[in-house]
């Protein structure tokens, strides 16, 4: 008999649904931030063994859309609560259990199993703890609560037992050697926004895109080519930074992290873009990756 379906993390921004699926995956696949909207597009993360095959779906968080790109990222949101096999859904200590009480409605219609991790409990006390569990509960009757720190690495085979025991029985979706259903591409680009988001405030990062123009690989090292699009002229000189200063640092941040991801030297070389209205462009977001 094996087992194999589609876990898919869902919740609000900044509540640790990247970092529980990378610690659940065993690989940094979703890049981390304390800033909200840190990802954009649905990334799976897949951990296999000799009876199942569990992928897991990282989705952007939860947020009220201002732009056409945020829509397109609250569109991969409902696409995992569509296909989910299981649905796992992640809150914390710290956010308002009723927030956003429009989704914990959707939890109510789902005919899959429900999961409902409650994150950061190392920075809580048990009281809280228990009351959030028993208000998750009095909302969700047939869920099942799992208190837990992504952080910590606490209670993540509690997690992980949970799921199997829910999982259906099915053939693997994805080669047994497959991690995730994204290229090294992907990575490349994601890296680099993840730099952006830890090295520039306010407005820049959420202005931002990166494309991976060129990725050529040689017995040596990788050879990358990366754009980045903001949408004025004023961020184009606040990304580059007096003298190229700000973008130097951000090249070499994002090629260390690169070759620890990749294990092996990368050469990257990174250009700036003005595209003014990219985040209400559907060609643009289309040729971003956001739009089908």
Known sequence: MHKSGFVNIIGNPNVGKSTLMNALVGEKLSIVTAKAQTTRHRIMGIVNGEDFQIVFSDTPGILKPNYRLQQNMMNFVDDAFGDADIALYV???????DKNVDYVEKLKKLRCPV???????????????????????????????????????????????????????CPPWYDKDAFTDKNLRFFASEIIREKILLNYKEEIPYSCEVVVEAFKEGEERYDISAVIYVMRDSQKGILIGKGGSALKKLGTDARIDMEDFFQKKVFLSLFVKVDEGWRESRRELRKFGYEQ
Do not use: Y
């Open 91 to 97: 809150t914390d200590t710290v956010e308002k259990a």
């Open 115 to 169: 999961i409902v991790v409650v994150n950061k409990i190392d920075i809580s006390d048990q009281n809280k703890v228990l009351d959030l569990m028993g208000w998750w509960k009095s909302q969700l009757p047939e869920a099942i609560i799992i208190p837990a720190s992504a952080q910590e690495r606490f209670n993540l085979d509690t997690i992980l037992d949970t799921v199997l025991e829910h999982l259906p029985e």
